[in-house]
């Protein structure tokens, strides 16, 4: 994963100290997006943990922080102190390495520490990082700026997450509660609609060369595509109520066995938050409850409802090569920041993959069993964080992530 070891690249090589501010100042800009998006947030909202899939905002807060502090300021700063010795047990999240923790269906029933001590909690760690930087030895700090690396990118998957979850906690809540009552949802990229054809043959998909990225973008290698057209638009809401209105949610033969027993146990009628009121559809959005707007992109459908509506549609998923290939030729719109597209790939290592040593080794590759990948980025994602080889992955009953549709058709 610590691939990029000198991060950020220093203008020049004979500036140590203008390296150093350029992290100071991305720590600092990372961290306040965490505490920006938190901020329209009671005490009361981010305690809450609708389902087990969920966190608490709180609790994204304060494991972010956690993380800085495991990894990256418990090995590295001389003399640093823990801030409370509890809190480690309470905010790893899956690290087996890293000692025993909470069970992650009860993190809601944590009430204390309150939001004031996690506020707490992130100066006290903030400061030290700050510390770091400043002071690691030259020879240590392609090393320690690595680690920082990786724990800022942690911190903006986290960005997401505490959206995604807050949504679903707020659309439980039977008064539709915005998160941000100025919220537009983005609508749908201008230009042709239609299908593309992806260049056929050998290309090299995966992370090489500059700039950071997750160990499970790499290696890069190659792959063949066959004849295949991209559908240069996501899904649209007003196609997705064609699948709806012909009761695609009603028909067994367009499903998956899985996905079918899954609608079925669930009760899917329609989208994640889709929900009628008075004859029209509605859907629950960070601005609140919004009648759908059909031209825009459709959100928060599974890969089981992703995979059923293609069926209906005639057409496939895109694997997670076609989309790489297409967006890398500029092919595809609204490629980024509006919706993650899930393809027809399960999340398996790349060929020559090897997972990190050690417990940061866990962070991705551990997970690379029975789910499926999600390509792009959404609108959730913060600035800057999205990829041309990013890979995301979700179970195939996921859906309160924002996720959307991608078609492919084979010639
Ligand atoms: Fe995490």
């Excluded at 720590?27 to 329209?40: I, Q, W």
């Excluded at 942690?154 to 809540?173: K, S």
């Excluded at 600035?383 to 995301?392: L, Q, W």
Aim: net charge negative; glycine share 8%.
């Amino acid at each position: 994963m610590a691939r990029i070891a000198t991060w950020p690249a220093a203008p020049d090589a004979a500036a140590p100290r203008h390296r150093r501010a350029l992290c100071i100042e991305s720590f600092r800009k990372v961290r306040d997006e965490t505490e920006r998006r938190a901020s329209s947030l009671s005490a009361e909202d981010q305690i809450v943990q609708s389902m087990a899939d969920a966190s608490p905002a709180k609790w994204h807060r304060a494991h972010v922080t956690w993380f800085f502090e495991q990894f990256l300021l418990v090995p590295h700063l001389p003399g640093y102190e823990i801030f409370d010795e509890r809190f480690p047990f309470l905010f790893n999240s899956y690290y087996v390495a890293a000692g025993p923790r909470h069970a992650r269906p009860q993190r809601g029933l944590v009430t204390r520490p309150n939001a004031g001590d996690v506020a707490g909690y992130r100066a006290h760690v903030d400061a030290a990082v700050e510390r770091l930087i400043e002071t690691v030895p030259d020879d240590a700090a392609d090393a320690v700026f690595a680690i920082l690396e990786i724990g800022l990118n942690h911190e903006q998957q986290h960005q997401e997450l505490l959206l995604t979850d807050i949504l679903h906690a707020f659309a439980q809540n039977p008064t539709d509660p915005a998160y941000d009552p100025d919220y537009q949802m983005p609508g749908s990229a201008a230009g042709p609609r239609g299908f593309v054809p992806v260049p056929s043959g050998v290309h090299a998909i995966g992370h090489a060369g500059e700039g950071f990225c997750f160990d499970n973008e790499t290696p890069r290698h190659d792959v063949l595509i066959n004849e295949v057209r991209i559908a240069r638009h996501l899904v649209s809401n007003a196609e997705w109520l064609e699948f709806v209105e012909a009761g695609g949610y009603r028909t067994p033969s367009l499903w998956l066995s899985d996905g079918w027993t899954m609608a079925q146990t669930e009760g899917w009628q329609a989208p994640g938050y889709w929900r009628e009121v008075d004859g029209a559809w509605h859907t629950m959005t960070l601005g609140g409850l919004k009648p759908i707007d059909p031209n825009a992109p459709v959100l928060h459908v599974s890969y089981y409802e992703a995979e059923a509506f293609a069926r209906f549609a005639g057409k496939h998923l895109p694997s997670e090569a076609e989309w790489e290939v297409a967006a890398r030729n500029g092919m595809l719109a609204d490629a980024f920041a509006v919706a993650w597209q899930w393809a027809r790939s399960a999340y398996l290592p790349y060929p020559g993959y090897r997972a990190a040593e050690g417990a940061l080794g866990e962070y991705n590759g551990k997970f690379m069993v029975s789910q499926m990948v999600l390509r792009g980025s959404s609108l959730a994602t913060p600035a800057g964080h999205e990829r041309v080889t990013y890979r995301n992955f979700f179970y195939p009953p996921a859906r309160w992530q924002f996720s959307g549709v991608r078609l492919a058709e084979f010639a």
